[in-house]
């Protein structure tokens, strides 16, 4: 029978933990200088959050049409958002908003890879996202991707978004299914208690010797390439006391951490900026997480769910901004908020509660910082918020205005299982934003 090294590892005691085909080495991006290229904090409002009661009200509809919510005045004049985000409306001035965007699915799972990728669903062979992307073009001493995924975010009917797609597992983020905000958080591939570094090294020898072996079994496979890289990686994490400060949120005052809120999302998003100051380049987080993953899917309760979800984000995104900002690293950190798709203009009748329903055909996205121009809004929705009526937007161009901001080469291409494949075969990017 044929066993994989990471099955052998795992059998024989030598588990080096879920790291392995997801790992990065936070250590060697810590090495990187003060002048850093643009990085990204994209907090992913999973499930579809509601355009209509956030950033494009609808006050002169119907109550079927415009929900509870007021418009309220921001510090960008003309610009209103939902009375629900006070501290947002505070710094609208550090973002910029895009209400015309589109996408070609109302579906979960396909919309996921789409906004992260910017090239629709493809089994065979999936386009990767931008992060993956990211550390694919912009090498670092790292031998796999310098970012980090927040929440496992995979529909069981598709590929996970965000991943490397056809550039392969070693462009894969670096996994964290833990509560950030629970008491004892702690990222177990740093866990080498009970374990000297005398024992690690031996560890490591050992682990080369069943490589080499393995490895003969392994070399038409394409995997084998990077499972050293792997290996190594996993061990490298599990000595580097660098890594481990920079997921340490103890170090923060807590009044800071208090203003982003004592919450998953709060302490998330703080996490997300240590990790940026730290040298990691891309951040993806959940943005909000409670009975399942698609936490922002209000097809019933719509607003007694908003009434709960709103402030956590008003605060978190609010207080990452003005961090940011007072830190002199909002120039440098692309933040986006976007979910894979809006909500109906029209709320349902559900018997559980009034709800939204799934809705491509237009919503709304945020990009602050990372060089944008920002108390900008680009386009606009008809009366009812169902479809662009100015400067439509669509997700390739918004993921090719990312790829602007971060210096990526759109059209750059990669031979995949015999094909040639370009990293983003269509959109444009916002020139507004630049």
């Not at 001035?93 to 895009?98: G, R, T, V, W």
């Not at 866990?191 to 010797?209: C, E, H, I, N, Y």
């Not at 997921?247 to 998953?264: I, K, V």
């Not at 809004?377 to 918020?385: A, I, L, R």
Request: hydrophobic residues 40%; glycine residues 10%; proline residues 6%.
């Amino acid at each position: 029978m044929h066993i994989s090294r990471r099955e052998f590892f795992s059998c024989g005691g030598l588990s080096i933990g879920a790291i392995a085909p997801l790992g990065m080495a936070v250590s060697d991006v810590l090495a990187q200088g003060a002048d850093r290229p643009v990085n990204v904090i994209f907090m992913f409002l999973q499930g579809g959050a509601s355009h209509i009661d956030m950033y494009d009200m609808k006050p002169r509809m119907s109550d079927e049409v415009r929900g509870k919510y007021e418009p309220a005045s921001t510090n960008v004049p003309g610009l209103q958002l939902s009375d629900q985000l006070p501290k947002l409306s505070a710094c609208a001035d550090k973002f910029s908003l895009i209400r015309s965007m589109h996408s070609y699915t109302s579906k979960h799972g396909e919309g996921d890879v789409h906004i992260m990728c910017g090239s629709p669903v493809d089994k065979v062979l999936q386009a990767p996202g931008v992060g993956a992307v990211l550390s694919w073009q912009q090498k670092q001493q790292a031998p796999i991707p310098p970012f980090v995924h927040f929440g496992d975010m995979k529909h069981p009917a598709y590929s996970a978004p965000g991943y490397g797609g056809y550039l392969g597992r070693a462009h894969n983020p670096f996994l964290i299914k833990q509560d950030p905000n629970a008491a004892d958080f702690s990222v177990r591939e740093f866990d080498s208690a009970g374990v000297d570094l005398s024992r690690l090294a031996g560890r490591r020898t050992l682990l080369k010797q069943l490589d080499r072996f393995q490895s003969r079994r392994e070399r038409q496979l394409e995997f084998a390439k990077s499972q050293d890289a792997f290996t190594e990686q996993a061990l490298s994490l599990a000595t580097s006391s660098k890594a481990k400060e920079a997921f340490d949120l103890s170090a923060e005052p807590a009044a800071l951490r208090d203003a982003y809120g004592r919450n998953r999302v709060g302490q998330g998003m703080l996490l997300a900026r240590r990790l940026i100051e730290a040298g990691v380049r891309f951040v993806t987080i959940q943005g909000y997480v409670d009975t399942g993953i698609y936490a922002w899917d209000h097809h019933w309760g719509i607003f007694p769910h908003l009434d709960r979800q709103l402030p956590i984000y008003d605060n978190s995104y609010a207080a990452l901004l003005n961090d940011l900002d007072s830190r002199g690293l909002l120039e440098t950190t692309l933040v986006i908020t976007a979910g894979e798709f809006g909500r109906t203009p029209k709320i349902n009748a559900n018997k559980r509660g009034p709800g939204r329903d799934h809705w491509g055909r237009c919503f709304s996205v945020t990009l602050g910082g990372g060089g944008v121009q920002l108390g900008r809004v680009v386009g606009s929705s008809d009366k009812y918020g169902a479809a662009p009526a100015e400067r439509p937007v669509s997700v390739p161009d918004f993921v090719a205005t990312v790829y602007r901001a971060l210096g990526l080469n759109a059209k750059a291409e990669f031979v995949a299982q015999g094909r040639l494949m370009t990293m983003l075969p269509d959109g444009s990017p916002v020139h507004e934003l630049f």
